[in-house]
């Protein structure tokens, strides 16, 4: 569940794009951007070509020969929510993946797509440090949650592809 500490930072965030005319810079870099395509469920691409991977979060794999169980429902899912759409980037505490995809936690309407995507069984948990340290736990206790309701890949899935 969001906070409204957390709520309250994203929409101060987007009002500040908007007072700016979209050119607000984060330490990682741009804090808005056009989603021209879904590459898989946790990974986008926005307008200009960079890539960003979705912090925290771990989709079952579609890309590179993988067909995981509920990858293609977790590709859906991201794409119904952000492709074509404008999003709002929170950087965390690294700019980067080891393949140069920019690490974000990536707000759509007011909605967080990692945690939404943790919440309704489409990712497990992947914490590589430091990315994703503060939130973490959070993000963990989210992942508990669905396996216990079984919700998506937890009640569909054996084994799923992201459990470690």
Excluded at 9 to 29: M, P, Q, R, T
Excluded at 69 to 94: I, P, Q, S, W
Aim: with cysteine.
């Amino acid at each position: 569940m969001l906070t409204l500490r957390r709520q309250a930072g994203v929409v101060g965030l987007g009002l500040l794009v908007a007072a700016c005319g979209g050119a607000v810079e984060g330490a990682c870099g741009p804090t808005t951007g056009r989603v021209v395509e879904v590459i898989d469920g946790d990974t986008l691409v926005l307008e200009g070509g960079e890539r960003v991977r979705y912090l925290l979060a771990d989709a079952p794999e579609t890309t590179g020969g993988h067909a995981d169980c509920f990858g293609a429902e977790a590709r859906a899912f991201n794409r119904r929510l952000v492709e074509g759409r404008g999003v709002t980037l929170v950087d965390g505490e690294a700019c980067e993946d080891r393949f140069g995809r920019r690490l974000a936690y990536v707000w759509v309407d007011g909605q967080e797509v990692n945690s939404l995507l943790v919440e309704r069984g489409l990712a497990c948990v992947l914490h590589v440090p430091p990315a994703g340290s503060a939130r973490r736990a959070e993000f963990q206790a989210l992942e508990v949650r669905a396996r216990s309701a079984r919700h998506g890949m937890w009640g569909a899935c054996s084994p799923v592809a992201c459990a470690r």
